[in-house]
């Protein structure tokens, strides 16, 4: 049997990613409409060429803190070339690692736990069914076709149309004759003469000196002497005043 085998670029996405996550210290961010702006992590961008069978990868990963932040990216790069071999037969060309987050894991990630972590996906092996008896397929009676019955076609009515109405002449009017228009003759230009301009006088303002202000000196008040006032006490008796 002959034949090519050829992966997708979101086949590859989910082997580069998935490879990026089974390295402890990488953490999984996962994008929502309540966090519009956020990027979700493992992602990554993958360039390839089946025909060749190589491919290049770019993946952008989010490493837990506190955590050996290198050494986690070394290894899921390490990863990544031999998952995609694994599983597709493709070889990696160039693998690059971003880390673009630090996200608080709650627990430390130590550097023997990056290194013990394999390289390789665990694979587990197909296993075969033994095929059964062939048993032929049951299909019904198959059904009496009917051909449908058409009517005969009935005669067509003519129509009787109108006589086209005569076509009449139309008369233009004479095109009238047109007048030359005569314009006249544009007058001579004049030069105007300006008057000579005079020159400016000097003009001397006489230094007059302001007159002093004086100002009087006040005079002292003269004490007013109030004479003694008499009062005569009144009285009210049925809404009038009584002396």
Same mark, same amino acid.
């Given at each position: 049997?002959?034949?090519?085998?050829r992966?997708?670029?979101?086949?590859?996405?989910?082997?580069?990613?998935?490879?990026?996550?089974?390295?402890?210290?990488?953490?999984?961010?996962?994008?929502?409409?309540?966090?519009?702006?956020?990027?979700?992590?493992?992602?990554?961008?993958?360039?390839?060429?089946?025909?060749?069978?190589?491919?290049?990868?770019?993946?952008?990963?989010?490493?837990?803190?506190p955590?050996?932040?290198?050494?986690?990216?070394?290894?899921?790069?390490?990863?990544?070339?031999?998952?995609?071999?694994?599983?597709?037969?493709?070889?990696?060309?160039?693998?690059?690692?971003?880390?673009?987050?630090?996200?608080?894991?709650?627990r430390?990630?130590?550097?023997?736990?990056?290194?013990?972590?394999?390289?390789?996906?665990?694979?587990?092996?197909?296993?075969?069914?033994?095929?059964?008896?062939?048993?032929?397929?049951?299909?019904?009676?198959?059904?009496?076709?009917?051909?449908?019955?058409?009517?005969?076609?009935?005669?067509?009515? =003519? @129509?009787?149309? &109108?006589?086209? #109405? /005569? !076509? +009449?002449? %139309?008369?233009?009017? $004479?095109?009238p004759?047109? *007048? =030359? @228009?005569?314009? &006249?003759?544009? #007058? /001579? !230009? +004049?030069? %105007?003469?300006?008057? $000579?301009?005079?020159?400016? *006088? =000097? @003009?001397?303002? &006489?230094?007059v000196?302001?007159?002093?202000? %004086?100002?009087?000196? $006040?005079?002292?008040?003269?004490?007013?002497?109030?004479?003694?006032?008499?009062?005569?006490?009144?009285?009210?008796?049925?809404?009038?005043?009584?002396?």
């Amino acid at each position: 049997m002959t034949g090519r085998t050829r992966f997708s670029d979101k086949a590859l996405t989910k082997v580069v990613n998935a490879a990026a996550s089974s390295v402890p210290g990488v953490v999984t961010v996962t994008s929502s409409w309540a966090d519009i702006g956020t990027r979700s992590y493992p992602r990554c961008e993958v360039r390839s060429d089946q025909l060749a069978g190589v491919v290049q990868v770019s993946s952008f990963i989010a490493v837990a803190w506190p955590s050996p932040a290198t050494d986690v990216a070394a290894r899921v790069q390490r990863s990544i070339s031999s998952w995609v071999t694994a599983l597709t037969g493709l070889r990696c060309t160039q693998v690059n690692v971003t880390v673009e987050q630090a996200v608080d894991a709650g627990r430390r990630v130590h550097a023997t736990e990056v290194a013990r972590a394999p390289d390789s996906p665990a694979l587990r092996p197909v296993q075969v069914r033994r095929a059964g008896p062939v048993v032929s397929p049951v299909t019904a009676r198959p059904l009496r076709v009917r051909v449908p019955e058409t009517r005969p076609p009935r005669p067509l009515t =003519p @129509v009787p149309a &109108p006589r086209p #109405a /005569p !076509l +009449r002449e %139309v008369a233009r009017p $004479p095109t009238p004759r047109l *007048r =030359p @228009v005569r314009t &006249p003759l544009a #007058a /001579p !230009l +004049r030069p %105007v003469q300006l008057p $000579p301009v005079a020159p400016l *006088r =000097p @003009v001397t303002i &006489p230094d007059v000196p302001a007159p002093p202000i %004086v100002l009087r000196r $006040p005079r002292p008040l003269t004490p007013v002497y109030v004479r003694g006032v008499r009062f005569t006490p009144t009285a009210r008796q049925g809404g009038r005043r009584v002396r």
